[in-house]
């Protein structure tokens, strides 16, 4: 099974940069951050999210980088060691872009490079968010996923607010949205797959439950038929039922359906089911008429 998160995150790494703002806000409204004297430190502990970040950066205006990017200091701090990268953005710019609207999924996916997760597990589908408490960020992307109809679960998890979106049709709204095409296709195919081996299974098994009934009935009825040789019977019952059990004698593995053909006079399963019962029946009475005169 292909490592769908991996999937989602290269094709993130090389989405073209449409709306720099928008989605450089939603990293900083999702990632951890922290003061340091006029700047703010935004810290992520996901590597391939610093190099998206350095991209948007370059995609800024002159103007907004020059607002964003402290004039002295490294903007970009990284500790390959512990997996660790930290951002330094101007305290002002970093409350300003927080606080002003954007392009809603451009956004989103800078929220989602902060905090998402999608993973694909044997059973099901599910993407999750987990932004920080206490800012604007739980209301935006709330309001985002109702906006667009996507059915998200909240439940707190240490302290903030998780979302869960498990429904496939949703995933695959907010994939798009995203503009994660590549991804929501391999999604979606990866559903389908998962449909027909779910349906052949199904059949696998419905198939092998019916061979086992129809095993069990044959040996139930292989034992009426030595019953009745056994007991010397065979003159006290009628033409049909000695048929359908010689029948069955020559043809142990027959199903009723195809014991029903097999006969002189052709007639259905039920016809053939019936007639066993009626054997059944006999053969039961014939042991109980015994048993009292014992």
Known sequence: MKNYLAEAWDEFI??????????FSGFLSALPAKRDGDCVLVDTRKLVIARRIMKLAGGLSTETREKVIPRYGNFLELDKSRGRALFRV????????????????????GVWGGCGSLYLPRVGYYMSLRPPRGRDCEKRLSAILRSSGVNAGARSKRGRTEYMIRNLEDIVTVLAGMGFVRTSLMFEETAVLRSARGTANKLTNCDRANIGKALDAARLQMRLVDALDEKGLWDAISP???????????????????LGQILSKPVSKSTVKYRWK???AFLAGINTMKT???
Not at 14 to 23: G, K
């Open 90 to 109: 101007q305290g002002g710019a970093y409350s300003e872009m927080n606080q002003r609207t954007f392009r809603k999924w451009a956004w989103f996916r």
């Open 292 to 294: 009292k005169r014992g």
């Open 240 to 258: 049909q039922l000695a048929e359908v059990a010689r029948t069955r004698r020559e043809h142990p593995s027959a199903s009723l359906g195809e």
């Open 278 to 280: 009626k054997l059944e």
């Open 14 to 23: 090389n989405l073209p940069i449409c709306d720099a703002p928008s989605e």
